[in-house]
């Protein structure tokens, strides 16, 4: 009778440990973004965006643009824009005032 218990035990801390295992793996491991555009994109080329704060990992902000297709092309093409460029003030600032759902990313359009 005594075996029960102690399974139970192990079964719930196995639970437990898988649970905070999945947890602390949800978050990158480092910043995403090695270089930046210091240049301005067109917004017409732009197709929407990504604004990840400063975390654990990463001391930067970091502002992933997902660019439109070209030539109907299938390939998702994204560029990290240096945060601290007139646009990507720009962004961080509709950003802000914009994205009250917390969604992940924002349509370019929905700033301009």
């Known amino acids: 009778m005594a075996f029960l218990p102690r399974s139970l035990l192990l079964l719930l ?14 978050g990158p491991d480092r ?3 090695l270089k930046h555009l210091n240049k301005r994109l067109p917004r ?3 197709e929407e965006f ?4 400063r975390r654990s990992k990463c001391d930067k902000v970091e502002i992933i643009l997902t660019l439109k297709p070209v030539n109907k092309s299938t390939e998702v093409v994204q560029r ?3 945060p601290e460029t007139k646009q990507g003030i720009n962004l961080q600032a509709c950003w802000n005032k914009k994205n009250t759902s917390n969604n992940s990313t924002l349509k370019i359009s929905n700033c301009f």
Do not use: Y
């Open 80 to 82: 990290c824009l240096n």
């Open 13 to 26: 801390l196995a639970v437990v440990c898988i649970q905070l295992s999945g947890v602390l793996a949800d």
């Open 31 to 33: 910043c995403w973004c």
């Open 44 to 46: 017409e080329e732009i």
């Open 50 to 53: 990504s604004i990840f704060p």
